[in-house]
T-cell receptor, first 110, second 113 residues
Framework: GQSLEQPSEVTAVEGAIVQINCTYQ??????LSWYQQHDGGAPTFLSY????GLEETGRFSSFLSRSDSYGYLLLQELQMKDSASYFC???????????FGSGTRLQVQP | DAGVTQSPTHLIKTRGQQVTLRCSPK?????VSWYQQALGQGPQFIFQ???????QRGNFPDRFSGHQFPNYSSELNVNALLLGDSALYLC????????????FGSGTRLTVV
């Protein structure tokens, strides 16, 4: 089976940097993805790490360490619109199902 | 380019009833997966369809069934509804065996009373 753990809530101020961590336990590993979901909205794909290291996409970056079974999402220059839930997710062994963490609710304050 | 479209957006049903939810995948995607998301939780995998066949199923009872049509659209059926089935039901489409980059719809909010 697979399990992914992340903090339930993070609060930060506009313009700051915030890091959302994710630790995982998987029987096979096919990479770590991050999704953003605003209240009432669709989860939206943000980034994917298959190999160790940092992937950068604009204000968002994602990091993976397979030896530590750990990854994080880094959000820079926070904006109010970044207030949302963020999920880490990983494909199962058959690469047919995504297992999601329980989500981290980010509140950006002025 | 339309993304994933789900209907209806909201639904209220009574315990014991049956419900059908619909999903049209993103253009170019041939694989459709369904997820259940309880309030404050991450999505839970229900099943995945490809070439009109169920490829994999998550830990959900047989009351949950699905179908995929030749145009890749899909339906999720839930029989004998329970109060605990109240959730957001998400459809996701992807190319076959994609590890990432799933496109999700906005979901159907099902309330069972």
């Amino acid at each position: 089976g697979q399990s992914l753990e992340q903090p339930s809530e993070v609060t930060a101020v506009e313009g700051a940097i915030v890091q959302i961590n994710c630790t995982y336990q998987t029987s096979g590993f096919y990479g770590l993805s991050w999704y953003q979901q605003h209240d009432g909205g669709a989860p939206t794909f943000l980034s994917y790490n298959a190999l160790d290291g940092l992937e950068e996409t604009g204000r968002f970056s994602s990091f993976l360490s397979r030896s530590d079974s750990y990854g994080y999402l880094l959000l820079q220059e926070l904006q109010m619109k970044d207030s949302a839930s963020y999920f880490c997710a990983s494909p199962d062994t058959g690469r047919r199902a995504l297992t999601f963490g329980s989500g981290t609710r980010l509140q950006v304050q002025p | 380019d339309a993304g994933v479209t789900q209907s209806p957006t909201h639904l209220i049903k009574t315990r014991g009833q049956q419900v059908t939810l619909r999903c049209s995948p993103k253009s170019g995607h041939d694989t459709v997966s369904w997820y259940q998301q309880a309030l404050g939780q991450g999505p839970q995998f229900i099943f995945q369809y490809y070439e009109e066949e169920e490829r994999q199923r998550g830990n959900f009872p047989d009351r949950f069934s699905g179908h995929q049509f030749p145009n890749y659209s899909s339906e999720l059926n839930v029989n004998a509804l329970l109060l605990g089935d109240s959730a957001l039901y998400l459809c996701a489409s992807s190319p076959l065996d994609s590890n990432y980059g799933y496109t999700f719809g906005s979901g159907t909010r099902l309330t069972v009373v």
